[in-house]
């Protein structure tokens, strides 16, 4: 019996002191906001702890809203920041390579910009979001996306661009205000070192604050565990390391 009670004891401690960090964001909330003329959608998370939070909108892949990028919004709340990740299809979702392709080819990206910029608009209007502290990150598709939110969007302060299509015109990159995070494979057909390169040095002769890491044995995708050929679990640790870092500085300091 004194062993039973001891046990007991030791277990509501044990809950008592990992509760904390095992929950800290709430549940995950669905949630539509207005877009033009239509209504765009996405799940909203947001930290237990009280008060205004930076917010990131989450860009997902060209796979659409699926249950990894859903956990890395989770894991943004869990770091102190209110996660919005934004469905851009409109309820659907890929399974295959084919079907991502035409879900990504019938997405039209005034569209896709125009929805990007009602989720920072939704965003400002929550209680538990400092509207002076936004920033966006995305993959594949998502990368690209983020890439073009930046420029469309002058009160960004920090963006992620992981794996996707970065602008080249000048007069695009002049409309940058955001601090730019890059995170890039070298093997990556689609995006090549060149492209990075290029870029960053577009972005640093026109002052713009901007961080780009090209991992020499990483291709594309390289930082989902779902990309089962293509997957690099160090690689896919320091990238989400150096975001962590970006945004606790450009976001929270």
């Not at 207005?34 to 765009?40: D, I, K």
């Amino acid at each position: 019996m004194v062993h039973a009670r001891r046990l007991a004891l030791l277990l509501s401690f044990t809950l008592a002191l990992f509760t904390p960090s095992l929950f800290a964001a709430v549940q995950p909330r669905p949630v539509t906001f207005p877009s033009g003329s239509e209504t765009a959608s996405g799940v909203l998370y947001t930290p237990s702890t009280p008060g205004r939070h930076p917010a990131i909108v989450v860009i997902h892949e060209w796979w659409g809203l699926t249950p990894w990028v859903k956990e890395q919004a989770a894991n943004l709340a869990a770091q102190g920041y209110v996660a919005l990740a934004i469905d851009l299809y409109r309820g659907k979702t890929a399974s295959d390579p084919e079907t991502a392709h035409e879900l990504m080819r019938g997405l039209p990206q005034d569209r896709g910009v125009r929805d990007l910029l009602s989720a920072a608009n939704y965003l400002k209007t929550l209680k538990s979001v400092d509207p002076n502290r936004l920033g966006a990150v995305g993959w594949c598709m998502g990368g690209t996306y983020s890439a073009l939110f930046a420029v469309n969007d002058p009160n960004l302060k920090a963006v992620a661009i992981n794996y996707g299509a970065l602008p080249t015109d000048s007069a695009a990159l002049k409309k940058v205000h955001a601090a730019i995070l890059g995170n890039f494979g070298a093997l990556d057909h689609g995006i090549t070192p060149d492209d990075v390169h290029n870029f960053a040095s577009s972005m640093k002769a026109l002052g713009k604050p901007v961080d780009v890491k090209i991992y020499p044995d990483a291709g594309h995708a390289f930082e989902n565990p779902d990309n089962k050929g293509g997957y690099r679990p160090a690689d896919s640790k320091d990238a989400h390391e150096r975001m962590r870092v970006f945004f606790q500085k450009h976001l929270k300091s």
